[in-house]
């Protein structure tokens, strides 16, 4: 049976439930060259996922102020700025960067100052082609540039990109060395253990890239074979920190705020990446920073859980944002052009058919998990525009408030008659 490679799989394969270690816990902060990330947590690049709308819900959806007083708490642990330390783009063809237009390539680029620290992963299999793009990151002002030598998919592995290169290591030397030579800024790269596993090639490659000048090394601890199957194996990334010097990013089947601090403890990693649980759980960061910060402060860790308020909340937080942004685009266009152009309508169509279909997709994230949640999804992808999709989401939520106000009045007016019962 052939896999599908998706990074929008929800399931995890009997997922291990992880005890919050009594000591380990995600450090404070590390560094990427003179690229100073705090706390050290990582949202990892996902295609179709990290745009520059995400990336900022993120960043908002991670700020966190500690219940304790800031005299109680470290400095270097109250998260000043957001939960999440250091956010990528979505991985970027180096081709394609290298040939299109100024005008669409700032489109691919795009990230606000409120973004930095920030990295923009690339993948390719040209050596010069991919310098020549490290620079254009490097102009654009990015903080770091991250090489993709993970991602499973079997367009990108047709073109040697991705995990396929994990079976030439000669020539990964080769584009290590060329990118290394293109740019000052942090250099890093994004792996998996090998193509399978008769195939571990994981502790090699990041001496290579230690050798070659690279400033960290994150290994997802699955094989291209596994995709996102089965359970990530965190000893590689143990045996990578052993074997190098350089900074090390674990990533793989992080769920918890206690993932997070198990996979710290198992591997003495330097810092955490996290994928797939983000668009599901938007708070991780800032539950793994709260949790952070009370330990340090108290001796007893907690974090929030979130209610069906705050997912309503979050929904209609990053709707917004898409649709802002939208306008934001459209305004730049009429600066550029004062006729609606065919070619733009088109392009207006597009953005906005885009904007729908991520309603749809992270509509569906955000209700994994809330009762009643599979109707909500059912009516969501049945929609047909982006009005509709806000309605169903107000519908149901406003629902969900009217049922949970008249429970509680049910509930007080029994307790009433029952503390009357008792009294009489």
């Known amino acids: 049976m052939k896999k599908r490679y998706t990074l929008e799989q929800k399931r995890w394969d009997d997922p291990i439930e992880h005890a919050m270690p009594e000591q380990s816990r995600v450090p404070a902060g590390f560094s990427i060259g003179k690229v100073n990330i705090a706390p050290a947590t990582v949202l990892a690049p996902m295609a179709g996922v990290t745009d520059t709308v995400f990336r900022r819900f993120i960043k908002n959806a991670s700020q966190f102020s500690s219940a304790v007083t800031d005299a109680d708490v470290a400095q270097e642990t109250t998260n000043q700025q957001s939960g999440c330390g250091l956010i990528m783009t979505e991985f970027t063809s180096a081709d394609g960067l290298s040939r299109m237009r100024e005008t669409k390539r700032?489109?691919?680029?795009?990230?606000?100052?409120?973004?930095?620290?920030?990295?923009?992963?690339?993948?390719?299999?040209?050596?010069?082609?991919?310098?020549?793009?490290?620079?254009?990151?490097?102009?654009?002002?990015?903080?770091?540039?991250?090489?993709?030598?993970?991602?499973?998919?079997?367009?990108?592995?047709?073109?040697?990109?991705?995990?396929?290169?994990?079976?030439?290591?000669?020539?990964?030397?080769?584009?290590?060395?060329?990118i290394r030579a293109s740019v000052t800024i942090p250099f890093t790269v994004k792996i998996r253990m090998g193509w399978n596993?008769?195939?571990?090639?994981?502790?090699?490659?990041?001496?290579?890239?230690?050798?070659?000048?690279?400033?960290?090394?994150?290994?997802?601890?699955?094989?291209?074979?596994?995709?996102?199957?089965?359970?990530?194996?965190?000893?590689?990334?143990?045996?990578?920190?052993?074997?190098?010097?350089?900074?090390?990013?674990?990533?793989?089947?992080?769920?918890?705020?206690?993932?997070a601090a198990a996979m710290v403890e198992k591997t003495r990693c330097d810092a955490v990446m996290i994928g797939r649980t983000a668009p599901a759980n938007p708070w991780i960061f800032r539950q793994i920073a709260q949790y952070t910060a009370?330990?340090?402060?108290?001796?007893?860790?907690?974090?929030?859980?979130?209610?069906?308020?705050?997912?309503?909340?979050?929904?209609?937080?990053?709707?917004?944002?898409?649709?802002?942004?939208?306008?934001?685009?459209?305004?730049?266009?009429?600066?550029?052009?004062?006729?609606?152009t065919a070619a733009g309508q088109t392009a207006r169509e597009q953005r906005h058919r885009d904007c729908v279909g991520k309603m749809k997709q992270f509509a569906s994230w955000f209700t994994h998990g809330v009762p009643g949640g599979a109707a909500l999804r059912r009516q969501i992808f049945e929609s047909k525009n982006g009005n509709a999709v806000l309605s169903a989401i107000e519908g149901f939520f406003e629902s969900r408030h009217e049922a949970a106000s008249e429970d509680a009045i049910e509930e007080s007016a029994t307790s009433l008659e029952a503390l009357g019962t008792s009294c009489g």
């Open 106 to 178: 700032k489109r691919y680029l795009t990230y606000y100052d409120d973004e930095h620290p920030i990295a923009a992963q690339l993948f390719g299999s040209n050596p010069e082609t991919l310098a020549e793009s490290a620079r254009i990151v490097e102009d654009a002002g990015f903080d770091i540039v991250d090489l993709n030598l993970g991602c499973p998919a079997k367009r990108v592995v047709a073109c040697n990109g991705g995990s396929g290169l994990l079976r030439d290591l000669p020539q990964i030397e080769r584009i290590f060395k060329a």
């Open 294 to 340: 009370t330990k340090d402060a108290t001796g007893m860790g907690s974090y929030d859980v979130p209610t069906n308020e705050d997912r309503y909340h979050m929904i209609r937080t990053y709707f917004q944002m898409l649709v802002d942004e939208i306008a934001l685009e459209e305004a730049a266009e009429a600066t550029r052009a004062a006729a609606i």
């Open 197 to 259: 596993d008769q195939n571990i090639v994981c502790v090699e490659l990041a001496k290579l890239a230690e050798d070659s000048g690279l400033n960290a090394v994150a290994l997802h601890a699955r094989t291209r074979e596994d995709g996102y199957t089965g359970q990530a194996r965190w000893e590689y990334i143990a045996q990578i920190k052993d074997a190098v010097n350089i900074p090390v990013i674990g990533n793989g089947d992080i769920r918890t705020p206690e993932d």
